[in-house]
């Protein structure tokens, strides 16, 4: 049914292009019916209508007005004037899905003053290979089929998921910050790896392939982490070591400080809005 959606990205940057790279792999859109368009660099255009074919509308007022669905994937200190320049282009017969960090429905409802549903979602950067794990929530206006529009969008780059908008900060700070935090674990794991004698590449190379299996085994067995992990760990043995100095130096703990500190900035980031600070 979708296959035919205009759809108008408000915002070409890194969360852009993820999107856009997963819908069009899996189809879910088609590059001619797509529009995209940004502040001012022009070089970022033009490599994304290079590499995924997608227009690049001279009349932005006109990309905005036909779309079915319009993505806003600006940084959150940039939304108001995103949306405010389009005010007059939003109709009744659209949606607007935005994925900025930390903005309500709310708030996009009432900078854009029109009755039309407005989605927030919360994406990661690995839809760019269809494996985002996306929460999604309803504004005011926004329609059980809305919702469903939604879904089958985000669904098409991972797994997708309804909450209600108190949750979004959280998912935000766990799901939607997530990738970095496993980045930087993979980081710390290869430099380990190279300063324990390995090098380089077999320390990526294995690191790599762990982090790989590990998630597959969460997956697939379904079974408990902490039951997975004690599998590997013989009493005694070298895993029980390693993990009694993640322990000492409070590896949960800091995980924990991690995820709060990235909710309490969603809604910073949300309140700094309101307060038109840039
Ligand atoms: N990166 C991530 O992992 C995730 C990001 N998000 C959210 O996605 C949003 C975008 O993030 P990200 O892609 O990383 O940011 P980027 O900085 O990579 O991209 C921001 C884009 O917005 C454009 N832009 C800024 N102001 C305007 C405007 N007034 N009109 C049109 N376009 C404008 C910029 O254009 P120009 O370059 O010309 O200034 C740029 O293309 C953020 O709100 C973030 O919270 C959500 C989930 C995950
Ligand atoms: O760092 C950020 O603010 C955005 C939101 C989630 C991931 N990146």
Redesign the pocket.
């Known amino acids: 049914m979708k296959g035919a959606e205009r759809i108008c990205f ?7 292009e ?1 999107m856009l790279a997963g819908l069009l792999k899996n189809r879910r859109i088609d590059a001619d019916r797509v529009s995209v ?5 022009r070089d ?1 255009l033009d490599k994304l209508k290079r590499t995924y074919g997608v227009r690049i509308p001279e009349d932005r007022g006109r990309a905005v007005l036909e779309a079915d669905t319009v993505i806003l ?4 200190k ?1 939304v108001q ?2 949306l405010t ?1 389009w005010r007059d282009y939003f109709h009744k017969g659209q949606r607007i899905i935005s ?5 309500s429905t709310e708030a996009v409802e009432k900078m854009i003053a029109a009755e039309i549903p407005v989605i927030r979602a ?4 690995s839809c760019t290979i269809g494996l985002s794990a996306t929460a999604l929530c309803a504004g005011k206006w926004a329609k059980p089929a809305d919702m469903e529009a939604a879904r089958y969008l985000f669904s098409a780059i991972g797994s997708a998921v309804i909450v209600d908008e108190e949750a979004m900060d959280s998912v935000t700070a766990l799901s ?1 910050s997530g ?1 970095a935090y496993i980045y930087f674990m993979v980081e710390a794991l290869e430099r380990a790896g190279v300063e324990a004698g390995l090098s380089k590449e077999i320390s990526r190379e294995l690191t790599l392939q762990t982090l790989l299996g590990a998630a597959h085994m969460l997956m697939e067995t379904r079974e408990e982490p902490a039951e997975l992990r004690r599998k590997v760990t013989s009493p005694g043995g070298t895993t029980m070591a390693g993990l009694e100095e993640l322990k000492r130096r409070r590896f949960d703990e800091a995980i924990k400080s991690a995820v709060l500190r990235a909710k309490s900035r969603s809604r910073e980031l949300g309140n700094l809005l309101e307060q038109g600070v840039k």
Request: charged share 20%; aromatic share 4%.
């Open positions: 408000i915002g070409a940057g890194a969360m852009a993820a368009f940004n502040r001012q660099r970022r994937a600006v940084k959150p940039d004037e995103a320049q994925v900025a960090a930390g903005i919360m994406p990661n950067t939607g990738p």
